[in-house]
DNA sequence: CCCTTTCCCGAACAATCTGTTCAGGAACGG
DNA sequence: CCGTTCCTGAACAGATTGTTCGGGAAAGGG
């Protein structure tokens, strides 16, 4: 295992594995790509890329980490519940190459899962103000269904051409939850 | 290719194999279930699964082909906007064993797909009465997104201990989406 | 009950992929 | 400049996939 900081050739390979692993994910998808795939289009030896990854599924984890800073930092706080809805698909428009492949129907379920993690930890932060006085419905069942809500958007927008804005599939989204979320956090408020 | 209908041994033969998948994806989950797994839990030669199906996929569509027929059958016309829901999850429930491995974290992203057009079509049925008079927001998109979170809703409680009972699943879906689906479809009476 | 059709068997095989090992050469950083 | 660390690449054992083929066995119609 490669000290990663300190040299330079290690994170030229590190990088070299990973850029291929994307690249070739948006041309067979992830389940269609091999280990000796990754191994050639990074041009590096066979016994390298096992000496910094020990799985397919762990180049694919370091980058899904990578991608989730990015996310964290960029998330600015909107107006009301659901106010990271736009950014999110705006972000998911711009990194869109990157981005599309992962959630796709080809990105695999191991993608799917570590998304749907990151989303819920955004979800429950943008939630927990409102849950205070709503003990009727268990936050962790409203989280995981807003989640599931936003990655089923999400996963057709990625799939399917782009015919909706950022703007439009937030819309969607609000729209459907909004009401009810509402009614679940705020019964008495209203 | 064999024929189906006809002949015992055929019969005998698929359903040894599809009982030995299902089997397995109880033990080790879709993706860890080799062919030659199959094969040694069926009990049969080699040659023989491939005359019958081409893939290991090949062999869960089928199986999934027969649970939504079988959903299909079990629909009754509920109450309102989403009332096949509380049957969804009474469905679940009984069949668990099976179900929730399909549903589960470990059932792989293929059968996810499936159930997901499974449901699409049970949603859409459902609120094409009300969607006559709503051109806001795409059909499809509220399809997608009421999917999603059934979805997410049934994975997590196939994943986790059945602490939640499936009247408040189907409660907690209810509350979640109905409001905004009322103000979606009938903008105008209500 | 018989006989033709149809299916099953299972070993053998080529092809692919995985993950490991190791000795020698190359690049790195201090 | 020099010791440390990394990369190489071939070679390998093991697993998996999907195909082929010559019997042998079961099925079901007549």
Known sequence: MPDVAADRRVRRTRAAIQ????????????????????????????????THFS???????????DLGDFLRDQRPGHDGVLGFGLALFEHVDEQRDLVRVLLGRRGGHVVQDRVAHLL?????????????????????????????????????????????TPAEMDDAARRLLAPGLAALLAPVTA
Chains 1, 2 share one sequence.
Request: aromatic letters at 8%.
């Open 55 to 65: 799985d397919k599924q762990h180049v694919l984890y370091d980058s899904l980490d």
């Open 19 to 50: 850029r291929a692993l994307l690249t070739l994910m948006a041309e067979k998808g992830y389940e269609a790509v091999t280990a000796t795939d990754i191994i050639e289009r990074a041009d590096i030896g066979r016994s390298t890329f096992y």
């Open 120 to 164: 819920a930890e955004l979800v429950r932060e943008d939630l927990a103000p409102l849950a205070a006085a709503a003990p009727d419905v268990p936050l962790d069942l409203v989280v995981t269904g807003v989640v599931g809500t936003y990655l089923a958007l999400l996963r057709t927008w990625a799939d399917s051409g782009t015919t909706w």
